[in-house]
């Protein structure tokens, strides 16, 4: 069984910066992907971006060039940096592992 923990959301301004963790437990494998997901209100939950094992990532069109995904396979955690937010990247952040397992999600609001 694997439990994922989010952590370091909240409240913040436009072109303002956040930095998500999420902090795996349980039968975590640094072989698998992990990554982070987005839902804003009344929408789908959709990609925002993905590490492999090996340091390759992928990521939403919407965010490249103002978030960056890294791992700590040590400390089973992953991060998501995200600067120069806009008020369209609300929304409650999850954190997955190997797109199996979920974590509760974080709220991110950016607003004025």
């Known amino acids: 069984q694997v439990q994922l923990v989010e952590s370091g959301g909240g409240l913040v301004q436009p072109g303002g910066s956040l930095r998500l963790s999420c902090v795996g437990s349980?039968?975590?494998?640094?072989?698998?992907?992990m990554g982070w997901y987005r839902q804003p209100p009344g929408k789908q939950r959709g990609l925002v971006a993905l590490?492999?094992?090996?340091?390759?990532?992928n990521y939403a069109e919407s965010v490249k060039g103002r978030f960056a995904i890294s791992r700590d396979n040590a400390k089973n955690t992953v991060y998501l940096q995200m600067n120069n937010l806009k008020p369209e990247d609300t929304a409650v952040y999850y954190c997955?592992?190997?797109?199996?397992?979920w974590g509760q999600g974080i709220q991110v609001t950016v607003s004025s």
């Open positions: 997955c592992y190997n797109l199996v397992y």
């Open positions: 349980g039968s975590i494998l640094s072989t698998y992907a």
């Open positions: 590490i492999s094992s090996g340091g390759n990532t």
